[in-house]
């Protein structure tokens, strides 16, 4: 930006004067070793207008010297910040507010750490970085035109705030309303782009010197990385990034980062949990995003184990093997005198029930669904990020033991709590229950197959053909499910093993529809490094907000098998639309379609095989009869395995 | 089950006349299945899920069926007489019924761990 008294003298409207170049010093960490090696920009006077200063620099400049803006510019600063932060792509979509850092990023920072991802849509962008930080723990930045694009990438923003997912997100804005330029430009800065997101993001900045960006990138990161996860927004100066380096007396560093631990629980809370848990004949675990990372979900199986108590994983992370005897649905908490929650976003709903039936004036019925007397505790960072008015910490529910802390934290300390909790008594109460949980873990697996035959063959394929025909194909494979955008009645937490924490990637957080194909495809992007094998189920209505990013995928040769769950419908809106009907007592007009107007997506029904080939995706569908879809995903997975994106459109059954 | 307790309670006491009246059919049964939105719920064979419990080759008389689909305030939302005709409902009743049985799960490769 330029000095706003115009002490300085340059602007950079006018093109640069010598003066303003001159001292140009190389960028330098504070810490004394030398991340990035830093190069000195050459001194020299650019050449440009006026005609004057050009006929001078023609005469004293080598040609290979000209340069429009003379020194380092402040995006090779920029992306010197961005290489200490260990963040490998910037999946984004391109506009002018941060054409200076973009180039930097391409030219100077040789397109490596982070490498420029080519996006069809901000949400995109987002939803990659989304995917990508829930496949290995890495966090990645995406740039942003600062009002239409951030406009854009609300909703993936959104969605990764409630998911508990870092990113950056770098919104170019061109703040000097005095020499900005007019029209386009103009309508695209504002006094203060981050406002729009600032309710769902953890922190945001709007730097005005480098020096104060190089601090804003390390803190928001650091902010970022932080539990509770979220993303960050920085907004930055589209002149900050274009000018030459100005230092105003000092030199520039870059701050180290340091990782912040995250929050333990209080050792007094920790105790009287473990006595709960301890004299409890029924204690009953939930988990929602406990486990952080693999460790986390060892760390759940410890203590489940020593109380042989049963958990309930409601999903959004990978959190306990579902092989595992004490694996539950979420029925069992009904018998449950201690239940524990660990990172849930929603304790009261885990706890009570709603029933959508329209009495009470229309607001439905609430109950609970544990005994009076159960006592509760609580462990989650979330509490430590609370906003006004996005609603995502639900309704208030009342925990006799609530710790703000991280749960895969406190895990270790909670376990030497127990085991020192433990008394012979209660060992050998405790002990009694294997057997039994053993039969019972038994017994639902086998309801479930049991329900998992019923409409086994029929047109079009059942959830449940769906899913085991695609388990029995990868099961063999390094698999992850990316994503499970649509509703399969839970088929893969049901029948298929997941054990380990990249199998299960969970859900999209805010359920902001949309985030199942750029978060896939993020998603495989890492685990197209790490040797594993990428398949989502993607839902038509999730595809078809922003398809664009199939492409995305094929440019970048991203591995991932896409198997449709097209139920050529917003399928969850057909039945509230169907619901409302009723209540109202009013046939539901369904104008020729097969549900409720404006709920489904046919007459015509899209290609969607047709849609991903055009975009360099091999694919193939529809896929009607279930006889057709193992040899058809056998042709797919050759297809991923040899480095390509493949979609399958099979027709399914609503649920 | 919650929507069994209120179907013994109920449907003793809710008069049900015209059932029988006509002959039900299966095949009619499944476009009424289609055409007043069952499939949603349920899927199209019945099957149930997520949504819906299982209806095919349901083990409920005709007569507490349909106590359930008039009066449930459950999760369900009820259909009336208006809405939904005894007629189309005894050809749901039907075609549900004649759902072949599914097969054995044990039968099933694509099924073992
Ligand atoms: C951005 C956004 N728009 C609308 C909705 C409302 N909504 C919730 S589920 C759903 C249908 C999603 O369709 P699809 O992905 O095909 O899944 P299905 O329900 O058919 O399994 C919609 C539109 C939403 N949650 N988010
Ligand atoms: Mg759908």
Redesign the interface.
Known sequence: MTDLNGKDGFDRRKFLTGAAVAGVTPALTQASAPAQAQVAAPRHTPSALPPTMKTIAAETQPPEEMSRIGGKPGSDFMIDVIKTLDIKYAPSNCASSFRALHESMINYGENKSPEYISCMHEESGVGMAHGYFKATGKMLLTMVHGTVGLQHATMAIYNAYCDRVPLIIIGGNDLDAATRPPGVPTFHAAQDINAIVRDYTKWDDTPVTLQHYAQSMVRAYKIAMTPPYGPVAISLDAGLQQEPIHEHGSKLYIPRYVPTSPPQGDSNAVREAARLLVAADNPVIVADRCARTPNGAKLLVELAELLQCPVVDQGNRMNFPN?HYLSRPAGVIAGADVVMGLELSDFWGTVNSF?????NGGVGVNASRVKPQTKMISITSVDLLTKSNYQDFQRFQTVDVHMAADAETTLPSLIEAVKSAITKDRANAIAERTDKAKKAYADIRARD????????D?S?I??ARLC??L??QIKDLDWSLVSSAG?V??WPAR?W?IEKHHQWLGKSGGYGVGYGAPASVGAALANKELGRFSVSIQSDGDLMFAPGVLWTAAKHKIPLLSVMHNNRAW?QE??HV??L???R????N?GGD??PIGTCIENPDIEYHKLAESMGWWAKGPIKDPAQLGPALKEAIAVVKSGQPALLNVWT??? | MRNLKFITTIAATLLLSSTGAFAASAEKGRVAFGKNGCWQCHGWEGQGGNAGPRLARTQLPLEALTAFVRGTNGPMPPFSKKVLSDEDLADIYAFISAQPAPPDPKTIPLLAR
Do not use: C, I
Not at chain 1, 355 to 359: L, R, S, V, Y
């Open positions: 092989t029933t959508d039936n329209g009495e197959m049991q329900a998992a035959v019923v409409g086994w029929s079009p059942s959830t085991m025909e388990y029995a509703d009645s839970n029948l093993s399928h057909v039945m169907q619901r009907s009723n209540f007592n009013r046939k539901a369904y097969m549900g059954q609503p649920r």
